[in-house]
């Protein structure tokens, strides 16, 4: 069959990776795709929010299957514009995809489905003496979430009643993200650990990958402010089986009911982020795609067919797929450049992938790159992420081999974290 997939980052890139493992995919189109994906998959610059655009595409190429990658093309109702045209979609529809551009509804819907997750009350700019009113009143630390998208930068978690009034002013009046902060949800803190869950279901019938962990924090230790993601790892030991089963019987299953029975069920992966505390998991976000860099460590340790389950999940199918099954376990290095998750430069010159990828195991992923005189240059703030993976499920060994790869990259202003996977496998990785 022939794909096409649209994004440009290492999501997208570990994406097209799995599909062409796939011996059913015969072609690969990539919208706008990255250096990276250039010897998977034919690159075609087109902006992937573009909807008229993207529909365009797809009546030239007439792919049996589009993959949307990353949410913002979901919120500009791609997905419903290729669905309109007759198109066989691996995504969510605007209105199903409101599970992340739109937090204060996705509270609501958990609220009214009974799904486990901080109490919290949303505010509207119009609102904003009855938004500090409940802030002066709520217990500390307090978190505050701009309810729009923000590129994962628009939560605040604030320890003083000060600190959470200037926040809620700067988001209600738009300085701090734009219309994205024009509501806001306040919400109680949930102490614990996190874990992502990712489900991918036809709207009725799901399975479910590996969990994983990503680390959100620029810094070893998890300090710094927030990231994408510096690096992730799965299989995330804290999601024990009985977790996993009443993550999808409390969170999965009543989220995928819920979402049918207001008319917008939920097609594509849904991520489930949660927060576990005592062995009880609540929710902190729903994205309404797959994770960035949890899937850098995901899809190389799943044993499925990645394109059959997607074409399934996109036709109604998913029943027939069957359970997924992970094997073995992967970790994954994000370098980034100097200055990120504030300003960077780029164009920077990178060395040593094809070294990095010599070694076993080691895959890299590009998430910010660009070809410039046929030299391979940084080109935004998270650079690579660099896979290993351990066939055995020793997640000890897939660290230290992630590691050995990432050294033999660089770049100007390279850095990285030095503790991806800590949480699994303990301190001092570098060994
Ligand atoms: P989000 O964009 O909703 O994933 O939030 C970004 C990060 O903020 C999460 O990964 C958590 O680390 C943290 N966070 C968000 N909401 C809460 C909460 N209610 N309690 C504790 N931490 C939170
Ligand atoms: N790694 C966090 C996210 O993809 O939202």
């Given amino acids: 069959m022939t794909i096409l997939l649209l994004g440009s980052g290492g999501r997208e890139h570990a994406i097209a990776w799995k599909l062409r493992q796939s011996p059913t995919v015969t072609r690969l189109i990539c919208a706008p795709g990255n250096p990276g994906m250039a010897t998977l998959g034919q690159l075609l610059p087109v902006n992937p929010d573009d909807a008229n655009g993207v529909v365009e595409l797809w009546r030239q190429l007439a792919p049996d299957l589009v993959v949307i990658g990353p949410e913002a093309p ?6 419903d514009a290729l669905r309109d045209a007759g198109a066989a979609v691996f995504g969510p529809s605007k209105a199903a995809a409101r599970l992340e551009w739109d937090k204060s509804f996705s509270k609501n819907f958990m609220e009214r489905h009974g799904i486990p997750s901080a109490a919290s009350q949303s505010f ?15 217990p500390l630390p307090v978190v505050l979430k701009a309810s729009g998208l923000a590129a994962g930068k628009g939560v605040v978690i604030a320890q003083t009643t000060e600190e959470a009034l200037a926040t809620l002013d700067q988001m209600l ?23 992502s869950v990712f489900a991918i279901t036809d709207g009725k019938h799901y ?10 924090r620029v810094g070893d230790g998890d300090t710094g402010p927030n990231t994408g993601g510096m690096g992730a790892y799965a299989p995330a030991p804290i999601v024990t089986p009985e977790l ?8 999965i299953e009543p989220t995928l009911r819920g979402m049918a029975a207001e008319g917008t069920p939920y097609i594509g992966c849904l991520y489930v982020g949660v927060m576990i505390h005592n062995g009880v998991a609540r929710v902190v976000e729903f994205n309404s795609r797959f994770g960035d860099p949890e899937t850098q460590v995901i899809l190389p340790i799943l044993t499925n067919d990645l394109a059959t389950v997607m074409l399934a999940a996109a036709n109604g199918t998913m029943e027939q797929v069957g359970e997924l099954a992970s094997e073995g376990a992967a970790a994954c290095v994000v370098i980034a450049s100097e200055g990120y998750p504030g ?7 990178i060395t040593g992938i094809e070294q990095a990828e010599s070694r076993e195991e080691g895959i890299v992923f590009h998430a910010g790159t660009a070809m410039r005189d046929a030299a391979l240059v940084t080109n935004g703030g998270r650079v690579l992420g660099v896979t290993a993976i351990n066939q055995q499920g020793n997640l000890a060994d897939a660290v230290r081999h992630a590691y050995h790869a990432v050294e033999q990259i660089s770049f100007d202003g390279a850095f990285y974290r030095s503790d991806i996977g800590h949480r699994a ?4 990785n570098r060994a």
């Fill in 74 to 79: 979901l919120a500009a109702g791609v997905s």
């Fill in 124 to 138: 509207a700019a119009e609102q904003i003496d009855a938004a500090r009113n409940y802030v002066a009143a709520h």
């Fill in 173 to 195: 009046d738009g300085s701090a993200f734009g219309a994205a902060g024009e509501t806001v949800v306040i919400e109680e803190f949930m102490q614990g650990e996190e874990a």
């Fill in 207 to 216: 399975g479910v990958l590996a969990p994983s962990q990503d680390h959100k």
């Fill in 244 to 251: 996993m089963q009443s993550i999808c019987q409390q969170i």
């Fill in 343 to 349: 300003s960077y430069p780029k164009g920077k010159e």
């Fill in 425 to 428: 496998v303990g301190g001092g």
